[in-house]
């Protein structure tokens, strides 16, 4: 949990957000988890790149830093947000957000 509260911390643009508003608004919401969705896609361009030109063990590299950024991505930021605003998750798709605190928590836990 001390990891998450650190995240949001060393995010003042984000804190700030919550702390005026208690609560980020849903076209905030909105931006963020669309610029979210631009750094998975350009994060899935990385790893295919590693793969048509690294060696195996680079291509392995490449993988397992993008799979910790995209789980960060995800713990720290796209489930909290999916969490306090569950209408963002795109339409058809089978996802829920993981259980936990929701980004205005995170804030409020960080004191």
């Not at 005026?20 to 963020?32: C, F, G, L, P």
């Not at 790893?47 to 720290?76: F, K, P, T, W």
């Not at 605003?85 to 936990?100: F, N, R, S, T």
């Amino acid at each position: 949990m001390r990891l998450r509260n650190q995240f949001v911390t060393c995010c003042p643009c984000v804190h700030e957000i919550i702390i005026k508003s208690q609560r980020m608004d849903e076209e905030t919401a909105r931006q963020i988890v669309a610029r979210l969705q631009t750094c998975v896609n350009l994060l899935s361009e990385v790893v295919q790149i590693a793969h048509a030109n690294c060696g195996d063990e680079e291509d392995r590299l490449v993988r397992r830093g993008v799979g910790y950024v995209l789980s960060e991505m995800q713990d720290r930021l796209t489930d909290p947000i999916f969490r306090e605003h569950p209408d963002l998750i795109p339409q058809g798709v089978d996802y829920e957000p993981m259980a936990g605190p929701t980004l205005t928590e995170m804030v409020k836990e960080s004191g």
